[in-house]
């Protein structure tokens, strides 16, 4: 199993980034919460400001888990934890995705996400 966070972070007039996977990435071409695996010993929370300057240069401020899911792809079977988190800075470039958008959570379920993300898109739009 691969332990996976995944971070909802939310701007200052709150809306959501999402990201999509580029094309060649598994998944390619789903949208996610973008987040990295954890590497030995690392907290959920330090994983993503780590996984989120190197994927897109901005800094985070993870706050609160909102949930975990276990799902499976095929043989490969992840422990995806998400965070609610706050936007502090920097200007988003894309290394793993090849494009992203800032929404409001009612638009989240206009977009086709990784099945992994989906619980979390749920959970969202319940709360709105």
């Given at each position: 199993?691969?332990?996976?966070?995944?971070?909802?972070?939310?701007?200052?007039e709150g809306?959501?980034?999402?990201?999509?996977?580029?094309?060649?990435?598994?998944?390619?071409?789903?949208?996610?919460?973008?987040?990295?695996?954890?590497?030995?010993?690392?907290?959920?929370?330090?994983?993503?400001?780590?996984?989120?300057?190197?994927?897109?240069?901005?800094?985070?401020?993870?706050?609160?888990?909102?949930?975990?899911?276990?799902?499976?792809?095929?043989?490969?079977?992840?422990?995806?934890?998400?965070?609610?988190?706050?936007?502090?800075?920097?200007?988003?470039?894309?290394?793993?995705?090849?494009?992203?958008?800032?929404?409001?959570?009612?638009?989240?379920?206009e977009f086709?996400?990784?099945?992994?993300?989906?619980?979390?898109?749920?959970?969202?739009?319940?709360?709105?």
């Open positions: 199993m691969i332990k996976v966070a995944a971070a909802i972070i939310e701007n200052d809306f959501i980034l999402i990201a999509r996977r580029r094309k060649g990435k598994s998944q390619e071409g789903l949208w996610e919460f973008p987040g990295g695996k954890l590497e030995e010993g690392e907290d959920p929370a330090a994983c993503l400001k780590r996984e989120l300057m190197e994927e897109m240069r901005i800094e985070i401020a993870p706050y609160e888990q909102l949930s975990t899911n276990d799902h499976r792809y095929g043989d490969l079977h992840i422990h995806l934890i998400a965070y609610r988190a706050r936007f502090t800075g920097g200007t988003i470039e894309l290394i793993d995705h090849d494009d992203y958008r800032w929404v409001r959570i009612k638009e989240l379920k086709q996400f990784a099945p992994a993300d989906i619980k979390f898109v749920e959970l969202l739009s319940q709360s709105c």
